[in-house]
Structure formats: structure tokens, C-alpha cells
């Protein structure tokens, strides 16, 4: 791709939008398809921002999700309006959480079927009670998550409209008024069973189960609501296959995707903006009505002058692995094949999550780091070529969870290696044999595995201290200072429509989706008769 894909040309436009990740592309998208001229200004030489394929490995022909990698917030509706060349598939296993039980491996498997998993928590837990608990807790989520994620993509329901909508007490109470590890402990008694259930409110955000800021609340809010149902897809043909398809939606419309132009500036009057980018040749001034950013709250500041929020932290190890083929397990009851298809939990005990957390806080990496494992090519081999799925060749995504980005200021190359070397000698205390034996090489003879921390994030992406929501994730309803649809800013005609504005977090296209409605709403009014 050219450097300057995409030359703007025209020096005014109706909308600008900064940042051509996937929420910049799907408001492209929408409002070109409105019949409003819009430019997307993005600073790297392609599109698609953190939900992107990638070949990380050299000489090696496998199309990995490199950063984001499952789909569960992106709502139909969007797929549906755009007209996207884009499908996911689910995972027929959910879980599996290795543990050693009496001196023997053993773990718990969900998914396979009811009755599989009934077994799968009688086996574990010696009794009916965990799993009758998991269908009681799961089955009030499920109720919740149907009511809830419809709200995404309209105006931004009150608490208390929201509170009548969800219209079960027990689950407001868990899930926006308690600290999620009361819900948790009230429910389960196994340990096993709890860190399971508490690593949804994890993921990307640096908190104990009772924090008493309820973000890790909000974490597990939007890991359960995804889709209506909870359910975490995978993306056919990677991740970058749905920011490919919102590109070729947003052209196709008519916006103008200009790569290698970097946003310095926006200076705004409310009613009417110019937004100052530059390329290697030099500044140029693009007039608009309005301006989205899709970027990162401090990135905001930054380019309109206020004053910036509180700085992000982002608390995660992203690896990237390609394998010559699975490992094997100590739990031979297990296939391999199923156990990595879903979500491998590692160290993720309720116990070893507390014990990560509260060491990270003190300054000090995990002994033992929890983290998890997912197989992409099991449920779409698409993404290898040929000869890596003759070969019988599989992909592995890890996920680390309690790595704050303090950690790795004194060193990031030496913590990463040091965290990686933990991470993977806790996978290999449930493996029959060491993953390094199972690791391909790429054509240097180097083995085939990339890790990337939180300042790695920050540096390659942008991402304020590599969180990989922009900031903690918001309640789904207004609050103070926020407006009608969530991505409102200090600036009438300028709105924020990355991971950081309300409802936003994760692979959604929502806060895409929301700045373009709520600017078709204000051109609206400005010209009555279209």
C-alpha cells in the first residue's frame, strides 16, 4: 500500500475523522453511505489499527490476528447496515482450565454439550452443586446480556431506564452495585470454578475481585453481554478480514482513506473545524463541520489543547505463537484439539488471581502469571496457507492478565523475556511435554513466537500505556458530563469515536457507529430540508 493512499485532494470536507482503526472506518462508513463527503486521516500506512492480520513471522505463511483477536461486542445490525463481506464462527468448546487435584492432572472442560459439562464439574468438583451454580449464574447474565446489548447502538439510556430494562434486582445489584467478587463467592465454592468465572472481569483491566471502583464490574459487564448472548467468535480469515471489509465498505461509499497523514491539530469554533495533518512532504489544512477521533482520550487533548484526562495503564502480555503442531497434556482425558479450541486458562484460580494481583500492585512481576490460551486455526484454518495446514501446523493466542505497564519501565526487553519465560513454565506445569519442542520456526531458523507489552502496545499503536480500551471502561448509561450518545466532547462539531468513549472497549464498531449518528443527527438540524 502507498504511502499516501488516498490523497484527500479536496481541501473541505463535511466530515474529517482522525484515526482509521475500526471504529474510524465503520463512522466512514455510515456516513458516506449518508451521502456525506468524509476523509479518514490515518498516521501508519494502512488502515485497520489494532484489529489487524499480520505475517509477524519471516518467511512463514500465517495470517495472524496480532492484537485484537475475538469478536463478541460488533453487533449484527452494523454487519447488516454495511453490507460487510465479514463472518465469525463459534467456538463449540468454551473452556478449559487445567489443575492438579490429589497429585493427579485433572481440569475442567465447558462446552461439548450439557451433559458433557455437568460431568466436566462433577468429575472436578465431586458433586452437582458448582455446576447447578454455573447454570443459575450464567442463566442470569444470558437474561441480562439480551436486554443490555440492544442498548448499544441507540441514545444512551439513564441509569435508572437502564436499571427498568435489565428489570432483575439480584443481577443490578451483583453486577453494578456489589464488587463482582461478592457475586463470585457468593455463588461458587470451588476455586477453580471462581477464577474461571472472574477472569471476564479481567481482561484488560488491572483490578482485585473487590475493588471498590467496580471497574473490574464494568470489564465483566461488557465480556458477558457480547452479541446478546456472551458468546467470544472467532473472526473467518482474522481479525484483519473485518477492518479489510469496513475499508472496502467506507470507499466503495465514497470516503477517502488517506494513509500516511498524521492529525497535529484540530482547531474548532464549535460550528466549523480545520484539521492540520502532515505527510513526509509537509503540512496541510483540511476544513470539516465536524471532526471524529478515533483515538485515545489523551490523543484528543492533545490535538484540541485541553487539558488531558488521567494518564491510562494497561496490565497485559499479548503472545503471538505458530506451533509445528499441539502439545500434548498430562490430562489425557482431555484432546488437545479441544482443549485449546476454546479459552485455556492458565493460573487463573481464584487464590492465583489474587496472589498476581495484589504482587503486580506491590511493583513485582507474578510468580505465577495467569493468563490464556486460544487456538484460531482449529476453528478457522483459513489464515494458514497450504502447506502449514497439510503440515498439520496451529496457531496459539496467550493473553496475560496482572502485568501493569510499571513493570516494564526499568527494562521492557528484559521483563518481557522474563515474563514470558514465567508465563510459559506455568502452561508447561500441565503440558507432557515442553512448548518450546512444539514451537515452528520461521525461515532464519528462529522459533516462531512474538510477545508484546504494554509499552510495546503503546509504541507500535498508540495506545496510552498500551490500555487496550483507552482507558477503564464506562457504564452502558449516562452519567455526568456525557452526552446523548456517548461520544460527545467539549467541542460541539468534535467527538471522540475510539475505545474510550462510553460503550466503547473491545472490537464493537459502536462507538464508530454512535459518532455517526450522533453527527447525521446535528447536520439534520442545521439543514432541515437535507
Keep these: 500500500m502507498p504511502a499516501h493512499e488516498g490523497d484527500p485532494g479536496r481541501r473541505s470536507y463535511d466530515v474529517v475523522i482522525v484515526g482509521g482503526g475500526h471504529n474510524g472506518l465503520v463512522a466512514a462508513a455510515y456516513l ?18 489494532a484489529a489487524v492480520s499480520t505475517r509477524p513471522f519471516a518467511g512463514v505463511d500465517a495470517r495472524l490476528s496480532r492484537y485484537s ?55 472436578l468438583t465431586g458433586g452437582e452443586r458448582e455446576y447447578a451454580a454455573w447454570q443459575r449464574f450464567y442463566g442470569m447474565t444470558g437474561r441480562l446480556a439480551g436486554r443490555v446489548f440492544p442498548t448499544l447502538t441507540e441514545p444512551l439510556p439513564t441509569r435508572e431506564e437502564l436499571r427498568r430494562r435489565i428489570d432483575d434486582e ?12 461478592v457475586a463470585v463467592e457468593e455463588h461458587f465454592a470451588d476455586d477453580l470454578v471462581r477464577g474461571v468465572v472472574l477472569t471476564d472481569a479481567l481482561i484488560g483491566t488491572f483490578a482485585d475481585a473487590h475493588d471498590a471502583s467496580l471497574k473490574q464490574n464494568r470489564c465483566f459487564l461488557y465480556h458477558v453481554i457480547g452479541g446478546g448472548t456472551g458468546a467470544w467468535d472467532v473472526p473467518v ?44 512532504d509537509g503540512e496541510s489544512v483540511t476544513a470539516a463541520r465536524h471532526v471524529l ?26 503472545v503471538n505463537m505458530l506451533l509445528r503442531r499441539l502439545p500434548r497434556l498430562r490430562d489425557t482425558s482431555v484432546d488437545p484439539r479441544e482443549a485449546f479450541a476454546g479459552t485455556f486458562h492458565i493460573a487463573e484460580g481464584y487464590a492465583q488471581l489474587a496472589a498476581a494481583h495484589a504482587r503486580a500492585a506491590a511493583g513485582d512481576l507474578p510468580t505465577a502469571p495467569p493468563s490464556e490460551i486460544y487456538c484460531h486455526s482449529l476453528t478457522d484454518p483459513t489464515i494458514l496457507g497450504p502447506d502449514l495446514a497439510r503440515r498439520g501446523c496451529q496457531t496459539l493466542t496467550l493473553f496475560g492478565l496482572h502485568t501493569p505497564a510499571r513493570l516494564f519501565e526499568r ?6 523475556e522474563e515474563l514470558l519465560e514465567a508465563t510459559l513454565a506455568q502452561l508447561d ?48 448509561h449516562a452519567q455526568d458530563g456525557v452526552g446523548r450518545w456517548g461520544v460527545e466532547t467539549a467541542h460541539a462539531n468534535v467527538l471522540l469515536c475510539g475505545a474510550g468513549a462510553v460503550r466503547g472497549g473491545g472490537v464493537s464498531g459502536v462507538p464508530g457507529h454512535n459518532a455517526a449518528m450522533a453527527v447525521l443527527e446535528d447536520l439534520a438540524r442545521r439543514d432541515p430540508a437535507g
Design 237 to 280: 480469515g482474522g481479525m484483519g478480514a473485518l477492518t479489510d471489509a469496513l475499508a472496502d465498505a467506507a470507499r466503495s461509499a465514497g470516503a477517502v482513506l488517506a494513509t500516511g497523514h498524521e492529525a497535529v491539530r484540530i482547531d474548532t469554533d464549535g460550528r466549523s473545524a480545520e484539521v492540520v495533518h502532515r505527510t513526509a
Design 69 to 123: 483477536y475475538l469478536v463478541s461486542l460488533l453487533p449484527p445490525k452494523i454487519v447488516r447496515d454495511l453490507g460487510l463481506n465479514f463472518r465469525v464462527r463459534g467456538r463449540t468448546i468454551s473452556s478449559y482450565t487445567p489443575v492438579e487435584r490429589d497429585g493427579r492432572p485433572t481440569g475442567l472442560l465447558v462446552g461439548g454439550g450439557e451433559a458433557r459439562t455437568r460431568e466436566a464439574f462433577a468429575r
Design 411 to 416: 527494562d521492557n526487553d528484559a521483563v518481557r
Design 429 to 476: 506445569a500441565h503440558l507432557a511435554e515442553p512448548l518450546a519442542d512444539c514451537l515452528a520456526t520461521d525461515a532464519d531458523g528462529r522459533p516462531c513466537i512474538e510477545a508484546k507489552t504494554p509499552l510495546d502496545l503503546e509504541h507500535d499503536l498508540g495506545l496510552p500505556g498500551g490500555h487496550i480500551f483507552h482507558r477503564d471502561l464506562a457504564w452502558p
Design 170 to 181: 439480584e443481577a443490578w445489584r451483583m453486577l453494578f452495585e456489589e464488587p463482582v467478587g
Design 293 to 318: 477521533v478515533n483515538a485515545s482520550p489523551q490523543a484528543l487533548a492533545a490535538l484540541t489543547g485541553d487539558t488531558p484526562p488521567a494518564p491510562a495503564e494497561g496490565a497485559q502480555l499479548k
Design 32 to 49: 458516506a453511505r449518508a451521502g456525506r463527503s468524509v476523509l479518514v486521516l490515518e498516521r501508519l500506512d494502512h488502515t485497520g489499527g
